[in-house]
C-alpha cells in the first residue's frame, strides 16, 4: 500500500510540473504573438536567415572568383603564399591595364586587402609593390598601426562569433534536454493512466 501511496505522490507531482511547464509555454506563446504586428508594409519585412546566408554564400564565391583572376592575371603581385603590400593607388593602375572589368577590380581588391594575412604583411617600412611586382612606396607607420587595429577588430567579431556559436549550441543542448524530460513525463503519464 505504501508503494502505491508513493506512485501516486510521484505522480502528482509530474502531473504539476506538467502543468506549469504547459502555462509557462502557453504565456510565451500569448506574448510572441501580441508582439508581433498583423501586416507589415513591403519595405519593413526582414529578410530570413536563410536568405541572407545564401547571399552571403553568393557574395563569398563571387569575391572568390575575382581573386582567383587577379592571381591568375598578375601573379608577380597577387598571391595567396607570398601576400606583400600594395602600391597605393594600385586600383587605379589594374584599371587603366584592362585587363579585368572595374567591378571584378574592386571586388578582388576589397577581399584581398581585408585579409588578415594582407594586414599582417603591413609592418612598417615594408616595401609596397606595384603592377609590375618592383617596389613602390614604403609602408608607414600610421599604416601599419592602422592594420593592427584592424587584425585586432577582426580577432574581437570572431571571439563574439563563437562565443554566440557556443550559446546557441547550449541553448539546443537545453532544448533537447527539455524535449526528453516532456517525453518521458508523457510517458509516465500514459503509464499511470493504464495504471487506474
Keep these: 500500500m505504501a508503494d502505491v501511496e508513493q506512485l501516486r505522490q510521484a505522480t502528482e507531482t509530474l502531473l504539476d510540473e506538467c502543468e506549469r511547464r504547459l502555462q509557462a509555454l502557453e504565456s510565451a506563446g500569448c506574448s510572441d504573438q501580441s508582439e508581433k504586428p498583423e501586416s507589415v508594409s513591403v519595405n519593413q519585412t526582414e529578410k530570413s536567415p536563410e536568405t541572407s546566408?545564401?547571399?552571403?554564400?553568393?557574395?563569398?564565391?563571387?569575391?572568390?572568383?575575382?581573386?582567383?583572376?587577379?592571381?591568375?592575371?598578375?601573379?608577380?603581385?597577387?598571391?595567396?603564399?607570398?601576400?606583400?603590400?600594395?602600391?597605393?593607388?594600385?586600383?587605379?593602375?589594374?584599371?587603366?591595364?584592362?585587363?579585368?572589368?572595374?567591378?571584378?577590380?574592386?571586388?578582388?581588391?576589397?577581399?584581398?586587402?581585408?585579409?588578415?594575412?594582407?594586414?599582417?604583411?603591413?609592418?612598417?617600412?615594408?616595401?609596397?609593390?606595384?603592377?609590375?611586382?618592383?617596389?613602390?612606396?614604403?609602408?608607414?607607420?600610421?599604416?601599419?598601426?592602422?592594420?593592427?587595429?584592424?587584425?585586432?577588430?577582426?580577432?574581437?567579431?570572431?571571439?563574439?562569433?563563437?562565443?554566440?556559436?557556443?550559446?546557441k549550441q547550449k541553448q539546443q543542448a537545453e532544448q533537447v534536454k527539455e524535449q526528453r524530460i516532456n517525453k518521458k513525463l508523457d510517458m509516465l503519464m500514459q503509464l499511470n493512466k493504464r495504471a487506474r
Excluded at 547571399?55 to 583572376?69: D, F, I, T, V, Y
Design 53 to 167: 546566408n545564401r547571399n552571403r554564400a553568393k557574395n563569398r564565391a563571387a569575391n572568390q572568383a575575382a581573386l582567383q583572376l587577379l592571381f591568375d592575371t598578375y601573379p608577380e603581385v597577387f598571391s595567396r603564399d607570398n601576400v606583400r603590400p600594395l602600391k597605393i593607388g594600385i586600383q587605379e593602375d589594374l584599371i587603366a591595364d584592362e585587363k579585368l572589368a572595374r567591378n571584378r577590380i574592386k571586388r578582388a581588391l576589397a577581399s584581398y586587402v581585408r585579409n588578415p594575412h594582407y594586414l599582417r604583411s603591413l609592418q612598417a617600412g615594408a616595401d609596397r609593390v606595384g603592377l609590375d611586382g618592383s617596389a613602390a612606396g614604403k609602408v608607414s607607420e600610421e599604416e601599419a598601426a592602422h592594420a593592427q587595429e584592424k587584425l585586432k577588430q577582426i580577432r574581437e567579431q570572431r571571439r563574439e562569433r563563437q562565443k554566440d556559436e557556443r550559446a
